[in-house]
């Protein structure tokens, strides 16, 4: 029986295998799981047909009529309540006009806390592991330049040794 996949592009044999089925149940009969609706020849032109338009251009066809896969990340940090992270939106200023001066000294009053905000201490730590990651890999890629660097030297040594060797040879065949 066709079992659909997991995968919404690449099942054309699983399409196919289920058409022919399809087919087959409605060209026998076999009361009460197949009727008999098509003749044999009936069968083969319409497998034929089948064949040369659907399943020729198959996956344009799926491509057009499958739904796109969206992806939603969302992001939960280790030692922050859902409820600090909710705190900390309702805190962000609307898209509401300009506050007075008198307003925004209120607002201010009101947002500030006695400690460090949670989403500080998370910034704070978020930079520290970046920096601290950006410094290995520079520490890595000046490496890697090392010795890339050497590796080169020590074939232009090579090649300079082989070239004074030949001239050599040459200069030594000249002489005699």
Do not use: W
């Not at 399809?22 to 089948?50: D, G, I, K, N, T």
């Not at 409820?83 to 309702?90: F, I, L, S, Y």
């Not at 009101?110 to 601290?132: F, K």
């Not at 020590?154 to 050599?168: C, I, P, V």
Request: charged share 30%; glycine share 2%.
């Amino acid at each position: 029986m066709y079992r659909h996949q997991k995968t919404p592009l690449d099942n054309e044999q699983n399409c196919f295998q289920y058409f022919e089925e399809l087919l087959l149940c409605h060209s026998v009969r076999r009361p009460p799981f197949s009727v008999e609706l098509f003749s044999p020849e009936q069968v083969e032109m319409l497998a034929e047909f089948v064949i040369n338009t659907y399943f020729r251009h198959f996956k344009l066809y799926k491509y057009m009529f499958t739904p796109q896969v969206r992806l939603d990340v969302t992001l939960s940090y280790t030692g922050m309540s859902e409820e600090t992270v909710v705190q900390d939106e309702e805190k962000k200023p609307s898209s509401s006009p300009e506050p007075s001066p008198e307003e925004q000294s209120t607002d201010t009053a009101l947002v500030e806390e006695p400690g460090p905000s949670p989403r500080a201490e998370l910034r704070q730590y978020i930079q520290s592991e970046l920096s601290a990651e950006v410094s290995r890999l520079q520490a890595s890629l000046g490496e890697k330049l090392r010795l890339n660097a050497e590796a080169l030297s020590n074939k232009l040594t090579q090649l300079e040794e082989r070239s004074a060797g030949q001239r050599d040879k040459r200069d030594k065949g000249k002489k005699k």
